[in-house]
Nanobody, 120 residues
């Protein structure tokens, strides 16, 4: 059974930093892409950043220059370093794993989310 577990969320002040981590566990041979999405109250879930196993990265425009995504393929872990946080970054951040190769096939998985609150 594949599970994604996020950590690192919490409270930060505007201009501050947080680092999110997500670990995929279970019988996993490989993961094509791992990324972060976020959802604020009353808004749709949106892509924050995604990184493939080969290191290709896709950032949302609103985080370019502030957030950095990285991953450790061997540990099936993805990170999101968030700097220069803004109040509008407040949201539940969800970890996503796309193209997860398991003994039964390829699947997509979502974590339960971790709340990031940016407030003074």
């Amino acid at each position: 059974q594949v599970q994604l577990v996020e950590s690192g969320g919490g409270l930060a002040q505007p201009g501050g930093s947080l680092r999110l981590s997500c670990v995929a566990s279970g019988t996993i041979f490989s993961i094509y892409a791992m990324g972060w999405y976020r959802q604020a109250p009353g808004k749709q879930r949106e892509l924050v950043a995604e990184i493939t196993s080969g290191g290709n990265i896709n950032y949302a425009d609103f985080v370019k220059g502030r957030f950095t995504i990285s991953r450790d393929n061997a540990k099936n872990t993805v990170y999101l370093q968030m700097n220069s946080l803004k109040p509008e970054d407040t949201a539940v951040y969800y970890c996503n794993a796309d193209g997860v190769l398991t003994p039964t096939g390829k699947y997509d998985y979502w974590g339960k989310g971790t709340l990031v609150t940016v407030s003074s």
